[in-house]
């Protein structure tokens, strides 16, 4: 099952957290965007290895490559452990420079405990926020996956841990398509303007270009794969 995974052709990145080769952490998916490591640390993590993130000034810059571009469909998964409840802790960030700068699209915990899920629209004039109902106000491992069609609003699906959770567009309908952003870095555990650093652990980040439906998610959110 694990190598099934690792060469499904809508896997645009996977990042283990756990596979390491000087300062890169490698990327299992067929499109090699290895992350470059600054200065988060090796730790034990949900899955076997992971990384803690200081909240202070570590992340992982996993490079520019348009596999990462997504603008039809994507989920986002990631198991989670955080140190502090409270504070704005980013997971995945592609997006150039502060806002209402270019964003292609993030994944994050705000600072009210809320899972928040935003892009930028095709012309560059608003920002959609997807806003869970749920809160994660403990410093538990969690497993999130989150899937969407761009354009789509009502298409967005979140699994916290093993179950689907509501949600609203608190800014936006995401009944728009995205900015079209071909050459901009994704970062792990920090905007790419170097704000909302994570604290805690981040594992196992996969990232498709499909939208994984429900049964998928939940299946995910129980098995190491």
């Avoid at 957290?17 to 990327?27: K, P, S, Y």
């Avoid at 915990?109 to 012309?123: P, S």
């Avoid at 608003?126 to 109902?133: G, L, M």
Wanted: glycine share 8%; aromatic share 8%.
């Amino acid at each position: 099952m694990k190598a099934m995974l690792t060469d499904l052709p809508d896997l645009a990145a996977y990042w283990k957290l756990d596979l390491a080769t000087g300062a890169l952490t490698q990327d299992s998916s067929r499109n090699s965007n290895h992350g470059t490591v600054i200065g988060a640390s090796p730790a034990q993590g949900q899955i076997d290895g992971a990384y803690s993130f200081d909240g202070l000034n570590d992340r992982i810059d996993c490079g520019t490559d348009s596999s990462l571009n997504l603008r039809d469909q994507i989920t986002i998964e990631a198991h989670i452990k955080r140190d502090s409840i409270g504070t704005n802790d980013l997971i995945v960030n592609r997006r150039d420079g502060a806002a209402p700068a270019e964003e292609n699209y993030t994944l994050q915990i705000l600072g009210n405990n809320k899972i928040q899920f935003a892009y930028r629209n095709e012309a560059n004039t608003a920002t959609h926020e997807w806003r869970s109902t749920p809160l994660i106000d403990d410093l538990g491992f969690h497993y999130i996956g989150l899937s969407f069609t761009f354009g789509t609003g009502a298409s967005l699906i979140c699994v916290l841990d093993h179950k689907v959770i509501a949600g609203i567009w608190a800014g936006g309908t995401g009944n728009v398509l995205p900015i079209d952003l071909p050459a901009i870095p994704l970062f792990l555990g920090a905007t790419t303007y170097l704000a909302n650093w994570f604290h805690g652990i981040l594992d196992h980040i996969p990232i498709h270009s499909r939208a994984l439906d429900a049964t998928e998610l939940i299946r995910h959110s129980y098995r190491a794969y």
